[in-house]
């Protein structure tokens, strides 16, 4: 079954019993299709604290005047881990508008408020992902009568799940529904993990990049596996996954040089106002020049720097022996240097190691990158003053 198609809204109760929900994610069928992810959970009624995830969704299309486009009804194609994805959706806007979810040996489906949905629908652009939210919804206790029918249909459904019953509708009311940055970084790192090896990945991170979302801080290994803490400097903060030793002082950065070995990372940062720089983009232009061996190529290719994105080059140098033949004997070091623009200036990290070193420690000067901080940290918030009666 295709992961997306457009069904008649009366066809939405047989779907969210059969699902489309696939073992593996179904490819888009176009390069306009996009991704769309959301979450949602119900809690209990009787007992709060507890939850049940939703496995599968349904969306509507919006026209123009906000109103659903009739017949352009989608139902998830693929679930994961609380998760929800619908795949393969050509671009527009959509809005939520029925979850449903396992529990207690049968199917629940919850109508969800499309006018409060409506107001709020997200845009679809073309061949990107987009985040319908991370919903929480309070569960409620239907009339009595009602409640005394639908547990005489889940004790029917439990002696004959053969039949392949219609899901039972269960009574919840949305709380919240959670669409700031941090839980879109959660979503998509989670996503990034569900979809990898399909082409949905490359979607996942673009859109990772396009909000700027940090990676997971880096964890020490070991049974309580803590995440590394995070080193504070002038302008920019760092963890120690090189675990090369503690850094030496540059100027307006960090030096680190790997133990045993010659490869050598540094990082800082070029103040506008400093003699001689002429800014970021003239920067790019020259490390671009600056790669013109016969081992390197002019071509800028990028590299995630923390939340950011830097424009990278790499080149080679040789080094001949005082006293020995040119050519009878030669010292090759491969670099890597990454800019990255900044509205004060411009951030530095380079990797320079002999070539034989240079491809076994870039791995580690990648990860190293993706979980730096650049800019001044943060200042620490000042107590709030008590509230007096």
Known sequence: MAAMRVYSAAALPLLLLTGCALSRPAEPTSLDHGLLIARARVRGALIPFTSDAADRAAVEQLGPDGEAVPGKVAVSGFAREGAVYFLDLPPGRYSLTAISFPARGARYEVALATAVLRRDAVELRPGEASFLGDLTLDGRLPDFDVLVERAAGLGARL???????????????????????????????????????????????????????????????????????????????????????????????????????????????????????????????????????????????????????????????????????????VAVTTTENVLVGDPAGMFTARLRAPRSEFEKVLPSFREFLLQLVLGPPAPIAAPSEPVLP
Not at 230 to 251: I, M, Q, V, Y
Not at 258 to 274: C, D, H, I, Q
């Open 159 to 329: 002696l004959t799940p053969f039949f392949g019953w219609s899901p039972i509708p269960r009574d919840a009311d949305l709380r919240s529904v959670d669409r700031t940055a941090l839980a879109e970084r959660e979503a998509l790192l989670a996503a990034r993990r569900d979809l990898a090896g399909t082409q949905w990945a490359g979607v996942v991170a673009e859109r990772l990049r396009a909000i700027g979302a940090a990676e997971p801080a880096a964890k020490a290994g070991g049974l309580r596996n803590r995440e590394l803490p995070l080193k504070r400097e002038t302008f920019f903060s760092w963890r120690d996954t090189l675990k090369w030793g503690s850094p030496r002082r540059a100027p307006e950065g960090l030096a680190w040089r790997r133990p045993g070995g010659e490869a050598r990372v540094v990082v800082f940062f070029t103040s506008a106002t400093a003699p001689g720089f002429a800014g970021y983009e003239e920067a790019v232009r020259q490390m671009r020049a600056a790669a013109t061996g016969l081992d390197d190529s002019a071509a800028l290719y990028e590299v995630r720097v923390g939340t950011r994105t830097g424009q990278a080059a790499r080149s080679t140098s040789y080094r001949y022996p005082e006293g020995t033949l040119v050519g009878s004997e």
